[in-house]
């Protein structure tokens, strides 16, 4: 059984930084793509940023220049960066994997995060 474990959010003012770290655990073969997401009340869930497993990065326009993706391969965690953080990115925020367990046949499965709450207030 694989698991996806978000830590960090919290409330934080204008203008300040967050780190949100996302912990894969289990029988995990190998982890490709993963991907932060971001769901505010009353919205759609949307991607914030995506990173490949060769370090590609893609980000939405809301948060480019803002928030950073990256990852460690030795240890499965993703992580994202927040800076200038802005009221707009209050939402609960999802990590998600596409990734291999030891499941036979193996194949590509998709896995999320509990979520974990981010809420920008002065």
């Known amino acids: 059984q694989v698991q996806l474990a978000e830590s960090g959010g919290g409330l934080v003012q204008p203008g300040g930084s967050l780190t949100l770290s996302c912990a894969a655990s289990?029988?995990?073969?190998?982890?490709?793509?993963q991907a932060w997401y971001r769901e505010a009340p009353g919205q759609q869930r949307e991607s914030v940023a995506v990173?490949?497993?060769?370090?590609?990065?893609h980000y939405a326009d809301s948060v480019k220049g803002r928030f950073t993706i990256s990852r460690d391969n030795a240890k499965n965690v993703l992580y994202l960066q927040m800076n200038s953080l802005k009221p707009v990115d209050t939402a609960v925020y999802y990590c998600?994997?596409?990734?291999?367990?030891?499941?036979?046949?193996?194949?590509?499965?998709?896995?999320w995060g509990q979520g974990t709450q981010v809420t920008v207030s002065s």
């Open positions: 289990g029988s995990i073969v190998g982890i490709y793509v």
């Open positions: 998600n994997a596409d990734l291999v367990d030891t499941s036979v046949p193996p194949t590509i499965k998709h896995y």
């Open positions: 990173i490949t497993s060769g370090g590609s990065t």
